[in-house]
């Protein structure tokens, strides 16, 4: 990895840094059965507006950056390029079984029990949800913008996933992943309609709704099953933390992406 930063004119006294900075793990999973991590926007090639991991081809960065970006991201894992599915997102509620990585379909969350599968969802101010169902082994990588988290795309998935797999919630854990906060996701009557009155707030002053995207997926999954304690919230915040996430509201829509992955282990090959 080393001579893949040092090409890409990374310096050594920096080299310690981008690797501890380049993702955020969550807590909850069993690292012995998967791999789960959300990239931050540290440790990568690419130049302002997307310094520096910008992950996402549907921006105007250089294509050469972002390869190198995925590939730098993706051996900090573990994991290999053409393991990866990662679908082209539409802000729906979809689901995809994977049987095989996929690289452009058209959904916003995917499934598998597949191991050496390793399911990618991009956001930038979105809700990244990581599922891992622990009896049956099978996982769940879902992208939820406003809406999809007011279409129940964490309850489809899950729905999906216990026809597919038998997945109960109560067998299941799950990460909830940097997004855009409470406090700062304002929003006008027609999204705010959308939510529950325990999800969102007027704010007088502001003349705005604030809606919140952790919580209503959350309950999703606490609808499901799920134990509140299997349940990992991030409190990490895109806008307010916007030098280690990218913000697409907060960077008004010039910005990198990051990515959320989740996939099973392969297990090792027994020689006799």
């Excluded at 795309?153 to 067998?171: C, R, W």
């Amino acid at each position: 990895m080393y001579e893949k930063l040092r090409r890409c004119n990374v310096s050594v006294k920096n080299l310690l840094v981008y690797l501890c900075n380049m993702i955020l793990q969550p807590k909850i999973f069993d690292y012995s059965k998967v791999i789960a991590a959300q990239s931050t926007r540290k440790g990568g090639i690419s130049p302002e507006p997307f310094l520096s991991l910008n992950l996402g081809l549907s921006v105007k960065d250089d294509e050469q950056n972002v390869w190198k970006n995925r590939e730098l991201f993706f051996e900090k894992l573990g994991i290999a390029m053409n393991e990866v599915s990662r679908c082209y997102q539409v802000h729906g509620v979809e689901v995809l079984t994977v049987t095989q990585p996929v690289k452009n379909e058209k959904y916003d969350a995917q499934i598998t029990n597949i191991p050496g599968i390793f399911l990618a969802v991009t956001i930038a101010d979105c809700t990244p949800i990581l599922i891992h169902d622990t009896k049956n082994n099978a996982v769940a990588a879902i992208h939820a913008g406003w809406r999809g988290t007011a279409g129940k795309i964490v309850e489809n998935a899950m729905q999906l996933m216990n026809k597919s797999y038998g997945t109960n919630g109560k067998d299941c854990k799950a990460f909830i992943g940097a997004c855009i906060s409470y406090e700062n996701f304002e929003v006008g009557d027609e999204v705010a309609e959308n939510f529950e009155a325990s999800f969102k707030k007027f704010d007088p002053l502001k003349k705005k709704w604030l809606v919140d995207l952790k919580k209503a997926n959350q309950q999703q999954l606490l609808d499901w099953g799920l134990k509140k304690e299997n349940i990992e919230l991030s409190d990490f915040c895109t806008v307010e933390n916007n030098n280690t996430f990218f913000s697409h509201r907060k960077e008004k829509g010039v910005t990198g992406r990051m990515m959320a992955i989740i996939g099973i282990k392969p297990q090792p090959q027994l020689f006799k």
